[in-house]
Structure formats: C-alpha cells, structure tokens
C-alpha cells in the first residue's frame, strides 16, 4: 500500500491506450504531429486565451524552461526556501538560466510570505548593478507543503509582480489537484491571477511522462523551441508525449483522476482529525502528520509505504494519488486509529 | 510511403507490449525502478564489461551529458564537421559543458580525416592558456552520412586519442545499424576500440523515446546522475523508459530490427546500382543520392516521402527503418527503374 | 572628508611608484613577466607553503575563479547570507561555476552560525541526486560587519570542512586588516586553519587594482590558467598588476596600512564609546552605528561622506583606510562628541 | 630589439602621467568616477554619434561582453577561422554567452570570404530549431593577419548583416592602427560601416590596461554594467582604467602612436621588398614573412626578438608598436639585407 509518492503510482489505463492508439503508421517527428498541434488547441480551449504550449516530459524541464524564458543571468528569482525548484532540481534553474540566483523566502505552510517578498523588493536595487535584477517570483501551486494558494493570496502576488514588473511563474506540477480545490476555472487560476507561465504537471496525476510548458504572456516565449532542443528536451516521437496530454485534459480526465486523490486525503484527514497532529492544513492530495514513532514503525511492519520526512524522526508524508484504492485509505485509517485507541 | 526518417517511424510491436506490461501497479520512482536496474545488468553482459548506465530518452542528452562528463569549459570537443552534435543540436554540448568549444573537423563521407585531426592535434598546444584544451574526440557511428566506421579505422583514432590522453565519444544513434554492418560484438567496436563514452540509440530503431549513456571508463562516469538530474533528464516514472531498453536487447531484437532497415538500403542501392549517382556508400539504412529533379517530383506525386538534402535541388536522402516494409522498397526501386528506362 | 570606502581612497604612494618603476622598456606579457614570478615567491615564503598565485584585479574574479576551482555545476556553496558573493557580485559565483547553488545562512556580526552550519550540513543528502552537493565553504575575513573570526572559529569551521569533505575558501579582500587584528602569521591564519584558496586583496588597501588568487591546495589548482583567460581576466601588461603585488607585501608595507587603517576605526569607536551605538564589535577598520538622524544630517553638512545603511535610515558605515588621516577622524569624533553632548 | 608583440611594449609616457594625475585624494568608485563620464563624452564627439561606453581592462572582457550582449545562447557567431575570438580566447565568447555556436569561416588574409559567409546563411535556418540561429558577425579590424578591411568590404558584409538581421561586431583590438590605414573618420569605419559594437583597443597601442566596449546600437545595451559586475570586470578604483582611456584619445595621441607603430611596419617591407616573401600584405603594424631558416636563426642570434608563427618553421611575425625605435627597426633592415645579398 503506497503513500510514498504520485511519482510510483502506474499510468491511468486511459492514457496508456491512448498512447497505445497513437502508434499507428509513421507521423511527423520532433514536434510537429498532429497530438501536438491538438494540444495547444485544447490548451487554448481549457484556459480560454491565447497561449504557446510545449510539451515536456518532465517538470524539472518545465520549470528550467521557465525561468530561462523570463530571468536573464543576471536576474534573481524569487521562490518559497522549499521551493521545488530550489530544494530539489540539483540547480537545474541555475544551469538553465546560466547563473541567476535563487532567493529562498520563508513563509508558512509552503507559501510564500508576502510581508518578507514585500522587503526583499522594496530594499533591493540600492547596490545597482551589484546586485542580481529580480524578474520572476515563481510559486508552487499545490505548495510543497500540500496547501494551496488562494485566489485572494494570488491576487496579492499579482499586485507585487505588478509594480515591480516582475514575471510570475506558477509550479503547477500538482496543477489539477490545485484546481479542484479552489474550484475554479483554469484561466481564474492562473493567467487572471497574473501568471505568465505555467508548469503544467500530468505525470503525477496519471500520466507517463507528459509535463507542458503554457506561456500565457507574449513577452516570455521567445525561442522557447530553441530552448526546449538545445536542452535535449525535444523528444524524436513526440507524439507520444502529446497524445498522453490530449488524453488527460479530454473529458475532464485530469480533473476526476485530482478528484479522486484529494478525495483520499480528505478522508484520511478528517477521520483521523483528532488522532494526528497535522504539519500543514490539507488542501490537496498530502497530508504532512506528526505521528509517534512507534506507530510509525506499525504501519510500516503493516505493509504501508511512506516517507519519513527528512530532518524529522516523527513527521511523515503521505501522499493520495489518482491510483489510491478507498479501501487502501481506509486500511490506513483504520490501523492509525487502533494505535491512537 | 515513408522513407523520411526513422523517427517518424512507428514503435516496434514488442517494445510497445513491454511497456504494457511494466504498468502494473507501484515501482520505485526516479531510476530506482527494476528496469532500470536490469538494463544495467544485460548492458554490463552484452558488453561483457563494467559499464554505467543511465537511461534517457533523447540522443542529445546522452550525447550532451557525455560531453558534460568528458570535456571541461575549457576544453575543446573534436568532431566531423556535419556531426549531429555541431550541426543538430542547437548549441547543446556547448550548453552542457558551459561553454567547451567545438573543433568541427573536415572528412569524407561523414568520417574524421585521420590527417586533419592529426595535424589539428599537432598544432595544438602552443598558444598555451589562450587555447581551449583538446578533451573529447566525438565520432558518429553510423555516420551522419550513412556510412560505417571499419574496425581498422576505429583502430587508428584509438591510436591518436592515446597519444594525446583525449576522451573518445561514440554518438551511437544508429548503433545497432553500424554493429549489422560491422558483423563484430558490442564489445569490439566500443570499448576495445578506445570507446570511453557511447551514447546507446533506441529510438530510431523501434523504441518509443528510448536511448543510454553507456560509460566504460570510470574516469568519465562521476556525477552522472546529478548531471542527468539538472538537466531535467530524470524521468520520475523512469521504469517506462527502461522497460524499453530491457525489451530493445532482450532476445537480440535490437539487431534484428537494425538488419531489416539495412536490408532494405541495401537492397534498393544494389538494384538501382547503374541508374542512381551515390554521394555516400550505402553502409547501413541511408542512402544519400543524386536523382534527376523530374524523377524527385514523380516520385513524391506517386507518395514516396523523403527529404530533399538542404542545399541541394537533385540530392535525397532515403532512410528505411524497422518498420519499412519490403514490397514499399520495391514499390520504390520499380518507380525509379521505370522512369530512368 | 571620506569615509565611504577604502575603494574610494587614492592608491599608495609606494605602490605608485612601483608602477612607473615597472615601466622600463620591453617586457613579456599575459603573466609571464618577472614581477609575477616574484610574487609567487614573495607569496610562498609569507604563507610559508607551497602555494599557485594568480595575479588578477578584481575581488569578485578572485572569488569567483576559486568557486570555479572548488564547485562543479551540481555543487553548493555554503555562505553568511551578507558573504560579498552572496549579495553583491550580480550573481558572478553562479557565473563562474556554471550555476552551482549558493546556500546563504545567518549568523551574528556577519560570521557563517556553526550551528546552522552543522544542521545544514548534517540534512543534506538525504535526497540523493535531487540535491546540489555541498562542495564549498566561502567564509570573509574580515566579515561584511567589519568584524574578525577568532582562530578558534576558524578551527571550528575547519572541523566542520574535514568532516564532510569540502572545500574552504577565505573570502580576504580586508585581509590584511583581519591579520592585524589576529596578530597571528599568514600561515596560521589561512593554510594552517584550513583555507584552500584565499582571494588575497590590495586594492582595497592601497593599490591601484591588484588582487591575487592563492591556491594551498594541490587538489584546487587545475587549469587555474584557463579559468582566468576564458575569463577575459589574463591582462596583456600583466607586469603592471604584479608589480603593485610585489610592493604591497614587500617591507610589510600591507601590514603597515591595514594597521593604520583598524588604528583609525579603534580610535573613533573608543573615543565615542559611550555615544554611539555600534551594530557589531569593531574588529578592523570599518564601524557600523546607529546614530540620532539629526546627527547624520548634521555630520554630511559638515563634508564627512558616508554610507546610510541599506535598509536603514539611522545607521551608517564608516570606512578608515590606509588613507584617511588622523586630522580628519578627529575631526569626526568632535562633530560626533559635540552633538551627542 | 623586440618585434614579439605590442603587449610587450612599455605604457606611453603620456599615459603614465594621466594615471599620475589621476592618483589625487578620494575619488567615486565602480565606475562613477569623473574619467569615465568624460571619457563618455569624448566617444561621443569622436565618434559624432550616441554610444554607450564601458571602460575595461582586457579585449577578450570586451569581445566576449559584446558577444553577450547581441548573441542568445541559442545563437551562432559567424567569424573568420583565426579571429582571436575563435582561437585565442579559451572558450571566452561560449562562456560569456552561456554556450552560443561559433562558425569559424574560411577567407584569405585574415578577411572573412564574403561568399562563405552568404553561402552559410543562405543555408541556413531550413532545418529549423535544430540549427543554432545566426547572430552576431564578428570581424577584426585591423585582422590577426595585419591587414585591414576597406570600406568596400566593409559594405559588402554590412548588406548581408542588414539582409539577415544579425549584429555587428568588430574586435578593434587595434582600431587605431587600422583607421590610420583607412584615413577615414571614426563614425565611418564604425557605426556608418554598420557596426553595432566595437571592442575599442588601447592596450596594444600605448595604454596600461585600458580598452571599451563602444556600443552604437540601443538594441544592445541592456543590462551592460551587470554583465561586466558579474563578469568580475567592475574594477572598484577605475578612474585608473578610465584616465588611461581619456589621454588616449586625447590631442589624437592614439593615432599618433598607431601612425608610428604603422610608419614602421611599411618601412621594414618597403625596404626589404624584394628580399623577403610576404605572407598577407602589410596594411597597419604587423608583417608576416617567410624567411630562410638559416636568416632566422641568426636574427636571433642578433637579439632580434619574434614570434615563429605556429604551424611553420620559416614563417615569422614582426609586430612593430608605438614603443619600436626607428633605429631598432633600420636595424632589422639591414641584417636582412646583408644575409639576402
């Protein structure tokens, strides 16, 4: 019984038939098949604006892309200290953009604090050209720390990329499980709350190995073809990654598969809401817990997977994805709650 | 009737079905999946060797990454001048190497003048400082024009590598085909001809995005998983990748598939032999040749697909692949016995 | 009456002097003159060690080359969040090292917390390959708060260097001034407490654009030659950057400034001990205050030039150099006295 | 008697003395100093036009900032096979431009052959995003073979610079000699030539360490003082660099030299003219000449210094500079005449 990560589950059968679908006959290579083009069609559809779409095959890529579209080397990024992007790409955002520099805000529950962006900004450009340029603040929707930034706390955001005319980027490698919370629309949740370029994650959500890059914003997809090859991103078959991606947003697949996920960690929360001390409010598809460590080695000798959370010794994480089985959770509720008893 | 490219070409029916079946259930993500671990294991086999392995799913990663592995900034990567790394890449090596300079090399039929790296080599040294410092000699093999490297001429770039302490770079995209034509093992036309790094093609041979940085020399595998990882390369369901290139050399059917798409070359050359010009000898599953511009008309209003070679009106390129069926090549030779009768 | 910045202050008479005598006839160029060669002599029997000893002009070219040297692209270097490379060198380490990550962590008076130090050190690596690898320590002597590790810290820090590997690299653009305070040789104070590259300064101390590169360790001089030229930092006239070297350390002339500078600093904080507050201790020739803002405006229409502090409406920097007189810190501890009085 | 390179050559006097003065009290730091401003406005006059100007120590800093400025990473930089840029600069331009594509072209004496620079372009560009995307042109005025392009050549490249939309560069490593060849003003061998930036030499002609980055063209000079900060080129004292720059140009001191250096080089092939073979036409300061190896060998022996051109055995450079004494270049003359008869 995996908690452990999105990344282990197995591929929605709907998108692994679609893929099987795709392999009919020979079909334009390196991006230029049919998948794709119907991609950014239904790309344009889904978030009702214009928009440029790359398909990716990984979120790591997506977000390099990102950052080497809208910060220059001599620019400065502005993210959350856990930030996947800093805590977790082994620099990628740094190789990609040929050296600008991080900086790690603090902020609660993975969110970036509005009061510290605000201070950064507001002191930086006194040293000149000593200094790193900021250009874009880039934030995780779901947050590292499963919660999900509000409307109102995007709107705050835009507000700031606004008046110092930053670019602003979103992570959404958990795009979908984002959206089911705030229950919006896609263009409500990303380029109306000012977002200019958008990580838009499927892997974790069922698909194989299917990420795109959505700018939303003209002014950042300059050459982002060039940047996708000489990176050694553009797949030969690219056909399919695409077809998976065209599979995922039809019917609202993408939705039920994020529905589906956060419905199991709904569930566990709320049965388990007086036994465990949760890290994080849980608005998504991961539930960070304080549990005691012996009844962290029970579930473990019980067969459930999960990770202990580095720097901690009795915080885990588990995390719902679109292949939970109820009766999985409901295993899990089940034996944390006879420990509690 | 396509004989465009082998990227275009379809997945071979058995890679598609181990796919399939790799779909089952939780496997650890990251590379750390069994099928990554397997392939590993039938690589060291198939070229009775110790070598590591790492997956990825495009030939300008491996080749990059290799570059990135085997040549510092300040070093100079040695190559045919129509190498796909110089020519096709978009500036990749030099973006994973921060900036090492490509040396592009002269050479008949895709091949590196012996002479010319030679005296290149010579030559080099005496400015010091001021030169970027010779690492990496990067050979094709097949060639970019579809030509084979013999044994004999893998021996005296070996020779030259030596004497000057260099680093040697097999871009195998076409591997399998070149080994066909080689008739030797994989042992002997890499490692025991010098070959430090090779980057292992599957994809234009029947895999869906399939390919490996095999390293054989320990000198030039540090940090290999970093270096995939900050470029974006770490796929996190990994195990669908592997599962490929454990399929691709299970029962010998990577040569298998390269036999046929040289079969075919071989067979359309042989009969067209007095009536087609050849730029290149056909060594493998391209031929490059000089057709009159009214039969390339009559033969694309008749559905033959392939490239007309940039800069040329009256030279094409024919690639037959895995998946060129015999009675097609037929359908093609008939169409230019015709219309040269 | 400045006490902006050293960088501000005219360069020494004697190393003037030494210039113009460097400008007899003919001379080899791009470093192979003889002022270099006997800086690298003068450098080895001063640390008492073998040492490699790059002549170069800038203080962020010294500290960048030896991140360069230290920090592969996947590599972390672990700072104080003030360290110069951290906030004023426009992302220049990142630059150089071909986007390692800098990891800024806090610390009083601008000296790296041990603790923080430790507790980073100790949580990485559990991600793997997901991580940047820590590679570097780059610590500033004197520190950006004008204050002075203790042998003792440095021991610490050293401990903390062994155990993990890495790298340590002093940041000693006011290195003179931190000797001085030591009153320790320049052996205990770098090789013999760890250090592996040292960015030795002099320009701020009293030459005109001179600052050197000292390498300790074998393992961290490759190429350094290449890395300086691809750089564009291997001056033609290289004998006129050396000469100024050769002067600054000859008769302890470095020694004699510094002194004179720290002198200056002591006597204005003593003297208004009991007016000013201080920010940090005063340990070299800088003095950070908080001061009433009548008096600030008070002291600037009296001609003293100072840094309002960024950030800050009432705390300034005062820098004494080998420059400033007597006469005119006196003149300041009056204005300071008088008005607080 | 040196005729090895005009970097060996001591400062000009004239230039020493502006340094001298230059050394009074205190002085703005990082480039906002009085001497840069002026030297500003002197470029403006000399050159009758708008231009952005950035004092630096190295032409290898100037080139490879310019590169920065107009050539993406994506980018392809289209040069003549032995510009310095290409040969002689360690990979400095793929640094500075994290990674751009340099095409070395063919061309006799050091020009780049106008038909090899149309072919490539006209090229180029068929095979998409694959190819990196042409420029920036960089040509040497006068060339590293000593001679100059006239400004009939030059017009001929400035079409195709417009037909393609590519920037302009030119490596004025020694402007000054080749505009005293063309005997035309600054504006019309730069900016009316169709240079976009120009890598303004001093060094070679006189100066210490002394050169600009002259930039024409607004499109490309953005952001340029970050990218010389993060370059580590800031110098913090650099009314030394920029008074250096200001007497240069002053009462035409620079051409004065460049005349002298020129005069010198004409007399030594005027006079030897049917006793040596000249390898490229003697244009400005430098002759190449192939001569007896038994006449070689006993200039030396003369205390005749050059350089043996790399790749030959009886090929010599003489580089004759504002320092060479006409007695030491009649000299020459006459030991070549003696051994020849």
Redesign the interface.
């Known amino acids: 019984m995996?908690f452990?990560?999105d990344?282990?589950?197995?591929?929605n059968q709907h998108i692994?038939e679609a893929?099987?679908q795709a392999?009919?006959?020979?079909?334009?290579?390196?991006g230029y098949d049919r998948y794709s083009e119907q991609f950014t069609q239904q790309c344009q559809q889904l978030f009702q604006a214009w928009c440029e779409v790359l398909p990716?095959?990984?979120?790591?890529?997506?977000?390099?892309i990102a950052m080497a579209l809208s910060c220059?080397?001599?620019?400065?990024i502005l993210c959350h200290e856990d930030a996947h992007l800093n805590?977790?790409?082994?620099?990628?955002p740094?190789?990609?953009?040929?050296?600008?520099?991080?900086v790690?805000l603090p902020g609660e529950h993975g969110k970036i604090d509005i009061k510290a962006l605000q201070t950064f900004l507001a002191?930086s450009g006194?040293?000149?050209?000593?200094?790193?340029?900021p250009a874009t603040i880039s934030l995780t929707q779901c947050t590292e720390s499963g919660t999900v930034y509000s409307l109102e706390e995007l709107k705050a955001i835009k507000a700031i990329k606004e008046q110092y005319g930053l670019a602003l980027h979103m992570d959404g490698a958990r795009f979908a499980n984002a959206l089911c919370t705030l229950q919006c629309s896609p263009a409500e949740a990303t380029w109306q709350a000012g977002i200019d370029l958008l990580s838009f994650g499927a892997?974790?959500n069922g698909a194989?190995?299917a990420e795109a890059l959505i700018v939303f914003n003209t002014k950042f997809n300059k050459?982002i073809?060039?940047?996708?090859?000489?990176?050694?991103?553009?797949?030969?078959?690219m056909r399919?990654?695409s077809a998976q991606l065209v599979r995922y947003v039809e019917n609202d697949l993408w939705l039920e598969l994020a529905h589906h996920a956060n419905s199991q960690a709904i569930l566990f929360s709320k049965q388990t809401a007086e036994l465990v001390e949760l890290l994080h409010p849980v608005e998504a598809n991961e539930v960070f817990c304080r549990l005691p460590i012996e009844l962290i080695e029970s579930l473990q000798k019980q067969g459930f997977?999960f990770h202990i959370w580095?720097?901690y010794k009795d915080v885990i994480r588990l995390v719902f994805s679109h292949?939970t089985q109820q009766s999985d959770t409901e295993k899990l509720i089940k034996a944390v709650s006879q420990h509690q008893a």
């Open positions: 995996n452990r990560s990344n282990e589950a197995p591929v692994l893929i099987i392999n009919q006959g020979f079909e334009e290579s390196y990716l095959t990984t979120g790591t890529a997506a977000n390099s220059p080397p001599y620019g400065a805590r977790d790409e082994c620099g990628a740094e190789f990609y953009t040929a050296g600008a520099k991080i790690p002191n006194v040293h000149g050209e000593h200094e790193s340029m892997t974790k194989m190995m050459q073809k060039r940047l996708r090859k000489r990176a050694g991103h553009l797949i030969s078959k399919y990654v997977e580095p720097g292949a």
